[in-house]
């Protein structure tokens, strides 16, 4: 499963999410990181936003329903598979989107590359997450306010759990922009025993089973917009049920799954 995801428990927290580890990374002192580790982050971003503008529509066919939203605004994706993230952003146009996203813990190398791919990674660890996961809100709100496009992916890793969290939300409405809805049809649906294969392998089986299924229909759903006048737990649990609404249809519709819940239930 692409290891972009998740949102978050209320309040501070960003995410139902593969635990992260900040070993891969030690190795780079602050003049090796600013001279070597941001322009190779860079690099690798630039040539991600060109795989997306480019490659993907090489490999698969993929059209967008609806109106894409114009920046800045919260992009709350399913994710029930793989390639969401490059899907969205060709559909949407917004090839430098970023992400809220968590690394496969048997895969710590790609963090670096994720990193450069998405920008703000979150961690379920119980004792990173006191600080990483408020500081990537922080810069994604941030990044929002100055016109971004940031995914979310309210369901986590897990999408058969069938949970929502609201970090989607808890954006939006700090950052004052739009949350839409997106949800993907004809795009690959994980399976947990997929984690067995090694990456590689698991990758060409995904890449070959989702050009099988024909055009990625990417649909956008009307934006759902902030109500400041609200508090914001209770603006947050507005936004929150209109998106399960929405990914209820999108489960039934694309997945024959029942909707995912929200709120959800006490851990």
């Not at 949102?7 to 593969?18: D, Y």
């Not at 329903?65 to 994706?77: I, R, T």
């Not at 070959?208 to 649909?219: A, N």
């Amino acid at each position: 499963m692409w290891p972009a995801g998740g949102t978050g428990s209320w309040p501070r927290s960003t995410g139902l999410m593969a635990e992260t580890n900040n070993a891969g990374l030690k190795w780079l002192s602050r003049p090796a990181w600013v001279l070597v580790g941001k322009p190779l982050q860079l690099l690798i971003r630039l040539n991600y936003a060109a795989m997306c503008r480019f490659l993907i529509p090489l490999v698969f066919r993929v059209e967008g329903v609806g109106k894409p939203p114009p920046p800045p605004c919260v992009l709350a994706v399913t994710h029930v598979g793989t390639f969401e993230p490059m899907f969205v952003a060709y559909a949407g146009r917004c090839w430098w989107a970023k992400a809220l996203f968590a690394v496969d813990p048997r895969y710590p190398f790609l963090r670096f590359i994720y990193g450069a791919f998405w920008g703000f990674e979150v961690t379920t660890d119980p004792e990173r997450k006191k600080w990483l996961n408020p500081r990537s809100l922080s810069r994604a709100v941030e990044y929002l306010r100055r016109g971004g496009v940031v995914m979310v992916f309210p369901e986590g890793e897990r999408f058969w759990e069938r949970v929502l969290y609201p970090g989607a939300a808890v954006l939006a409405r700090r950052a004052g922009v739009p949350l839409v809805p997106v949800g993907l049809e004809n795009a690959y649906c994980y399976h947990p025993q997929a984690e067995a294969q090694s990456l590689l392998r698991a990758a060409w089986r995904i890449i070959q089973e989702t050009r099988k299924k024909g055009t990625i229909r990417v649909h956008f759903s009307p934006p759902i917009l902030p109500d400041p006048t609200l508090p914001e737990r209770e603006d947050v649990d507005r936004m929150m049920r209109k998106v399960a609404d929405a990914f209820g249809e999108y489960y039934g519709r694309f997945y024959g799954l029942p909707r995912p819940t929200w709120p959800p239930k006490a851990r």
